[in-house]
C-alpha cells in the first residue's frame, strides 16, 4: 500500500501520471548506455603518469605502495614488509589464482588462504583495478576476494597489476561491468581506516586496517 | 530524543553559555572551511561538477516515480527486498520485523541520520532488540544517551575530557587506573568493544548515500569501516534510507562522489565508498544472506512539486552548517532536530510541521554562505524565507513579532510615510543624542544596546540626502 501511496504522491507533485511509454523508453536507454559527465583533467592521463599520480595519492591518504617487477617478487616483499614493521610473518590471503601460484615456499611466510578471523593481522587481497585521479583500489567481492579480508585485519597489503590503474572511476566500472556487472559487493578503498569524531583530529584505524600497503605488478608475472 | 525546536531560543541562550561546547566549536569551525577550501583549490573543475550534481539530481527528481520502480525491480532482481514506508511509524515496523525473522537480539549500526529521525534505536530497544551504534562519533552518544549534533560528525560538541569520563564509567570491566595518554588509546578501547559487537550482532542496519536504480545498489561513504562490518559480517543486512537518495546510473552515483567527500570533510574521496547489491552470491566466502531496503518517505514525497522540491537535492554533506554562523555560534543540539542548521532548518518544518519548527528558518542571518558551499546548488536561504511567509500566514509567530511586521509593512508600502517617518526618526534621535553621540539604550531595542551602543544620527537620513545630491547633479 505504502508503494502505490509514494508513487502517487510523486505523481501528483509532478502534475502528471506515469510517464508514457516514449519516455520511459528514453530514461531506460539513458540507464541503458550511461551517459558520462565531466571527468576531471586529472583523471585523463596516460599510463605512467596515472601509476605516478596514483601512488603519489596513496601516499597523501596515508598508505604506501611500491612497484615491483613481476608477480613472483610479492613473497619477498611482503616478509620484508611484515620484518620492517616488526610484524610476525603469518598471513591470511584471499583465495585468488595470482596469489595462490605464488612461490611463497621460497620464504619464511606462514600462509593461510581464506576468509580472514578476528584474529589475523594480516593480509594478502588482489585488488580489481587502481584508479589515479584519488588513489582509489576497486576491490569487488566474489569466490577469490572476500570482504571480511579487506577490513577484519590491521594490516592490508593489496597485489595491484600496474595495467590495471585507470585514470578515473568510470573506466574501472566499465571494465566491471563487461566482466560480468556488479558483484554483491564493491569497495572503492582510499587509504587506511581513520576516523576524526574525537575532537576533529585524524586517527587511523578506526576500524578497519590501520595500515594500507599496495603492491604494483608492472610485469605480467 | 524529544523535539525541541519550539525552545530553540532558550536553546541557544543555553548554548552560548556552555563552555565546553564553545569550546568544541571553537576548535572545528575554522577546520571545515578550511579543509574544503583546499579541496577545491586542488580541482579547477570543482565549480563545473556542482552544476553537474546539480543537474543529475533534478533529472531524477524530475522522473522520480519511474527510477523509484526501476530501483525496486533490480533490487529484487538481484536478490534483495524493498520495504516501501510511507511513515515513520511503518519503517519501525518493518525493521523491527525483520529482525524478529532473523531471531535477532542485537543489531549493529552504521552511521545513519533516517535512523536518528525516526528515531529506530528507541524502539528496537521497547522491543527487545538492542542497537549497537557503531561508528565512534556516533558509539559515545549512544553510551551517554545524546542525539547527534552535526549528520557528519554526530560527536563534535564533545570534548576529549567527555570520551575519557564516558568510557571509565561504562567499561567497567576494565581497569578503573587505566591511562589514555592519546587521543588513539580512546580509539583502541572503543574499537576492542566494538569488535566484539560486530561478531555477535545478528543483523547489520545502514543508511545509504546514494540508491542505484541501474543496478539496485545502495552505496555508504564511510572513513572508519564500521559501516563496511556492519552490512559484511551479520547474517542480515538492513538499508534504511530516503526516497530521495536515488540516482540512476552508477556515472551519475560518480559524479555525485565527487563533489561529496570534497564538501563534506576536504577529502577527495572518503575512505571506504561501497557498493552493495543483495545478498551472498553462489561461490560468495563471505557476505549477508539476506539484503533488505526500507525505504521511507516520510513526508519526503509531499516536496515534489512545491517550492521546497530543491531541497530533495541534499546529498547531506554538511557543508551549509560548516561555513554557518548561526551554526557556528549555537552548535548543533540547539536545533532540537535531528537535521541542525540550515538545511535542517529547511527539512525539519517539512518533517515534522511548521507549527512545530517554525523557529528554525528564523534561526538565519540570510549571509548566503550555505547555498555557496551546496555542492548541488540548494537556494537555502529562499527556502527559509519560504517558510517564514507560511510561518506568518498561519499566525504562527509570536505577537510583539507579528505586530511590528504588520507595523513596518504598513510604512514600507507607502515609500512617502517611509521617508517621513525616517526622516522625523533620524532628526528626533539627532536631536536627544546630540550631547553623547550615542544611545546606551533606546526603547524597543533593549536587546541590541544590551551588547552595543546605538550611534546617533547626525543630521538628515539617507533618503533626504540622496535626493539632494541627484538634484544638485542635475
Keep these: 500500500m505504502s508503494r502505490e501511496m509514494i508513487i502517487g504522491a510523486v505523481q501528483r507533485g509532478l502534475k502528471r501520471g506515469p510517464l508514457p511509454a516514449d519516455q520511459k523508453a528514453m530514461l531506460a536507454g539513458r540507464m541503458a548506455r550511461p551517459p558520462r559527465h565531466l571527468i576531471p583533467a586529472r583523471g585523463q592521463l596516460d599510463h605512467e603518469a596515472r601509476v605516478a599520480l596514483f601512488m603519489m595519492y596513496v601516499e597523501r591518504e596515508f598508505g604506501t605502495a611500491v612497484r615491483l617487477p613481476g608477480l613472483a617478487d610479492v613473497p619477498a616483499a611482503v616478509a620484508d614488509y611484515l620484518a620492517r614493521q616488526n610484524l610476525a610473518p603469518a598471513l591470511v590471503a584471499s583465495p585468488h589464482p595470482d596469489l595462490e601460484t605464488l612461490p611463497f615456499a621460497d620464504t619464511m611466510l606462514n600462509v593461510r588462504f581464506g576468509v580472514s578471523s578476528p584474529r589475523d593481522a594480516v593480509s594478502l587481497t588482489h585488488a580489481f583495478a587502481g584508479i589515479a585521479e584519488t588513489g582509489t583500489l576497486m576491490l569487488p567481492s566474489g569466490p577469490t576476494r572476500p570482504t571480511s579480508n579487506n577490513l577484519l585485519p590491521d594490516n592490508a597489503l593489496v597485489v595491484l597489476p600496474a595495467a590495471m590503474i585507470f585514470g578515473c572511476y568510470e573506466d574501472a566500472f566499465d571494465l566491471l561491468r563487461a566482466a560480468g556487472g556488479m558483484p554483491r559487493n564493491v569497495m572503492l578503498v582510499t587509504g587506511p581506516s581513520r576516523s576524526a569524531d574525537i575532537e576533529q583530529t585524524l586517527e587511523l584505524g578506526a576500524h578497519g586496517p590501520r595500515r594500507l600497503h599496495i603492491m604494483i605488478i608492472d610485469g605480467e608475472g | 530524543m524529544l523535539l525541541t ?156 575530557e567527555d570520551w575519557e569520563d564516558t568510557f571509565r564509567k561504562v567499561h567497567t570491566d576494565l581497569p578503573a587506573d587505566r591511562v589514555f595518554r592519546e587521543r588513539r588509546d580512546i580509539l583502541t578501547e572503543a574499537r576492542g568493544k566494538l569488535r566484539q559487537q560486530f561478531l555477535a550482532a545478528d543483523v547489520g542496519i545502514t543508511g545509504a548515500n546514494f540508491l542505484v536504480a541501474e543496478t539496485g545498489s545502495s552505496v555508504i561513504v564511510t572513513n572508519e569501516g564500521n559501516g563496511d562490518l556492519t552490512q559484511t559480517l551479520p547474517r542480515v543486512h538492513v538499508v534504511v534510507t530516503g526516497i530521495e537518495k536515488i540516482v540512476p546510473t552508477i556515472e551519475d552515483t560518480l559524479a555525485l562522489l565527487r563533489v561529496l567527500a570534497r564538501s563534506a570533510t576536504g577529502q577527495d574521496m572518503s575512505v571506504y565508498t561501497t557498493f552493495s547489491t543483495g545478498g551472498r552470491r553462489a561461490g560468495d566466502p563471505d557476505g549477508p544472506q539476506e539484503y533488505h531496503v526500507v525505504l521511507l518517505d516520510n513526508g519526503r514525497s509531499g516536496m515534489v512539486g512545491t517550492p521546497f522540491q530543491d531541497m530533495l537535492r541534499c546529498i547531506r554533506c554538511a557543508a551549509c552548517m560548516n561555513h554557518c554562523p548561526v551554526y557556528g555560534a549555537v552548535g548543533g543540539h540547539a536545533y532540537g532536530s535531528t537535521y541542525p542548521g540550515p538545511m535542517g532548518a529547511v527539512l525539519t518544518p517539512m518533517l515534522v510541521g511548521v507549527e512545530a519548527a517554525g523557529q528554525l528558518p528564523n534561526a538565519s542571518t540570510f549571509c548566503g554562505k550555505c547555498e555557496s558551499v551546496c555542492p548541488v546548488k540548494i537556494p537555502l536561504p529562499n527556502m527559509m524565507r519560504h517558510w517564514r511567509d507560511r510561518e506568518f500566514e498561519r499566525h504562527l509567530g509570536p505577537p510583539a513579532m507579528r505586530y511590528g511586521l504588520v507595523f513596518w509593512g504598513f510604512f514600507a508600502r507607502r515609500p512617502a510615510l517611509y521617508r517621513l517617518g525616517t526622516r522625523f526618526m533620524a532628526m528626533g534621535l539627532g536631536f536627544l543624542g546630540a550631547k553623547r553621540g550615542r544611545f546606551s539604550y533606546l526603547a524597543f531595542a533593549g536587546a541590541w544596546t544590551k551588547a552595543r551602543d546605538f550611534p546617533a544620527p547626525e543630521g538628515t537620513s539617507f533618503f533626504a540626502q540622496y535626493a539632494a545630491r541627484q538634484k544638485a547633479a542635475r
Excluded at chain 2, 52 to 57: D, G, L
Excluded at chain 2, 58 to 64: M, V
Excluded at chain 2, 120 to 147: F, H, M
Design chain 2, 5 to 160: 525546536t519550539e525552545a530553540f531560543k532558550q536553546n541557544a541562550t543555553g548554548a552560548m553559555a556552555d563552555a565546553g561546547l564553545q569550546k568544541a566549536l571553537a576548535r572545528a569551525k575554522p577546520q571545515f572551511a578550511k579543509k574544503r577550501q583546499a579541496a577545491m583549490d586542488k580541482l579547477p573543475e570543482f565549480e563545473a561538477l556542482r552544476e553537474t550534481a546539480k543537474n543529475i539530481k533534478n533529472h531524477t527528481i524530475a522522473n522520480l516515480d519511474f527510477y523509484l520502480e526501476t530501483y525496486a525491480a533490480a533490487v529484487e532482481a538481484s536478490g534483495g527486498h524493498v520495504h516501501w514506508c510511507a511513515t515513520a511509524d511503518d519503517a519501525r515496523q518493518a525493521v523491527l520485523k525483520i529482525c524478529r525473522d532473523a531471531g535477532a537480539k542485537t543489531v549493529t549500526k552504521g552511521k545513519s541520520m533516517v535512523t536518528e529521525e525516526i528515531h529506530l534505536n528507541d524502539y528496537l530497544e521497547a522491543n527487545g532488540v538492542t542497537p549497537v551504534e557503531t561508528d565512534l562519533g556516533e558509539y559515545i552518544l549512544q553510551l551517554r544517551r545524546e542525539p547527534p549534533s552535526h549528520i557528519i560528525g554526530p560527536a563534535f560538541h564533545l570534548n576529549r
